[in-house]
């Protein structure tokens, strides 16, 4: 089945060192998003990848980045992640303006 | 600017008893709308959506939607709930900008059904 995987599901780490969140998918979709969800909280957009360009909401944290390789995977790194990090992350992709799948999450911890 | 309200945070019920999630946007210009569930620890799955054409929109696991223009809802319904849709549930909107859909979240609405 067509899919979008997010590896690893829960993520460990220490304050202020780097952590780097994977995505895949095999729709073949053109647009990736990532988005970060914090405890009882919406999803709120990071950035998004159209093909290869890169689009970064105005509000998010320099400490916040992504490569897109290529078209089916996509990562997320935060450089020094804090307390406030921690959080679900989660990774969508859709085909154009048509309707976002997403993945199951990482959920990331910061000790 | 674009704006979701959903108005209840949570709601209990009972199991096998009608359920509405009520859900409010606000947008100047033509939207997509979603609603979405959310399992805990896992990732958002597509219930069901509006596009365009028929106001009813049916959906995934019994579910169905209202697009009311006038009254700028989209409310979620279900005419009888099981002990496994307790989920958090997120009703969003979206407008095509440039090619893509920016999804703007409500803050969600926890349904709890019991037995």
């Known amino acids: 089945d067509a899919m979008v995987i997010q590896n690893p599901r829960y993520q460990v780490t220490q304050f202020g060192k780097p952590v780097t969140l994977s995505c895949s998918q095999t729709?073949?979709?053109?647009?990736m998003y990532w988005y970060q969800q914090k405890s009882s909280q919406a999803p709120k957009l990071l950035f998004h990848y159209y093909d290869k360009d890169f689009n970064n909401e105005a509000d998010t944290p320099d400490n916040f980045q992504s490569r897109r390789p290529n078209t089916s995977f996509c990562f997320l790194d935060i450089r020094s992640p804090g307390l406030g990090d921690a959080a679900m992350y989660l990774c969508?992709?859709?085909?154009?303006?048509?309707?976002?799948?997403f993945g199951p999450g990482t959920r990331l911890t910061v000790t | 600017a674009q704006s979701v309200t959903q108005l209840d945070s949570q709601v209990p019920v009972f199991e096998e008893a009608p359920v509405e999630l009520r859900c409010n946007y606000s947008?100047?210009?033509?939207?997509?709308l979603f609603w979405y569930v959310q399992y805990p620890n896992q990732g958002l799955q597509l219930l069901l959506k509006?596009?365009?054409?028929?106001?009813l929109v049916k959906g995934i696991n019994g579910f169905e939607a209202e697009f009311n223009k006038s009254q700028t809802s989209f409310h979620l319904r279900k005419p009888s709930v099981h002990i496994s849709d307790t989920a958090e549930y997120f009703c969003a909107v979206s407008s095509s900008s440039g090619g893509y859909n920016k999804l703007i979240f409500g803050a969600g609405t926890r349904l709890a059904v019991h037995p």
């Open positions: 729709l073949n979709h053109n647009v």
């Open positions: 969508a992709t859709s085909r154009a303006d048509y309707e976002q799948y």
């Open positions: 947008s100047s210009v033509s939207v997509y």
């Open positions: 509006y596009l365009s054409g028929s106001t």
